[in-house]
């Protein structure tokens, strides 16, 4: 069973421009999250979609910030424009379901970015 | 609000020593407990978790108790290994539609020959 994918895996920009990451789920998971994990600390959520509608966005810098997960299926984050403290990895999980509080999350392997 | 609290780290041993990692947790409600784990290189991977107070979850020679009266979650192995060598992270979850996971800060811990 192939994992969670995740591109580009690093990405090196400079302040005030954009950047997207995209995110493939394990294939019939219905939910789909975006961590980031700043270094030395624990991943933090972003977002959770539970198939193309968003659960929980609170975390979300709105103003810069932007996930889309159109066809219920991969996701797309976008940052615009970027700041140097979203310097970090982002990560991209999926469950079957979500809702229970106790199933697994698989994780993808993260987009490093690095903002100048 | 619901958070995890892990140990300081990093925590160096040498192979076949007794590991613990203390995590306690702080939550409204009755949350799951798991432990993560993130080799070098490699994406974060569920190691055990446990659903309900008494609950022991283990693997890979890894154990951890959900503790409700002391609201903890430690992570115990006997004889660690240096292919144990990575960071760990305790995390919580609650029931209901928002089930994301709230992360300790991880700990890395190194293993010596």
């Known amino acids: 069973e192939a994992g969670v994918a995740q591109s580009p895996r690093y990405k090196i920009i400079e302040k005030r421009q954009s950047v997207a990451f995209w995110c493939n789920p394990i294939s019939g998971h219905a939910t789909l999250y975006w961590y980031q994990q700043i270094l030395g600390q624990g991943p933090k959520l972003l977002i959770q979609f539970q198939n193309n509608g968003v659960v929980d966005d609170s975390q979300l810098p709105k103003d810069r910030f932007s996930a889309e997960r159109l066809k219920g299926v991969d996701s797309t984050l976008k940052i615009q424009p970027a700041k140097l403290e979203d310097s970090a990895v982002y990560l991209c999980a999926s469950s079957f379901l979500g809702g229970l509080g106790q199933e697994t999350q698989y994780f993808g392997p993260g987009t490093r970015l690095l903002v100048l | 609000g619901n958070s995890v609290t892990q140990m300081e780290g990093p925590v160096t041993l040498s192979e076949e020593a007794f590991l613990t990692i203390n995590c306690t947790y702080t939550?409204?409600?009755?949350?799951?407990l798991f432990w993560y784990v993130q080799y070098p290189g490699e994406g974060l991977q569920l190691l055990l978790k446990a659903t309900k107070a008494d609950d022991k979850g283990s693997n890979k020679g890894f154990e951890a108790t959900y503790r409700k009266e002391t609201t903890s979650f430690h992570l115990e192995k006997g004889s660690v290994q240096v292919s144990d060598s990575a960071v760990y992270f305790c995390?919580?979850?609650?029931?209901?539609?928002?089930?994301?996971?709230?992360f300790g800060k991880g700990i890395t811990l190194s293993v010596r020959p």
């Open positions: 939550a409204t409600g009755y949350p799951s």
């Open positions: 995390a919580l979850s609650l029931p209901g539609a928002n089930s994301k996971l709230t």
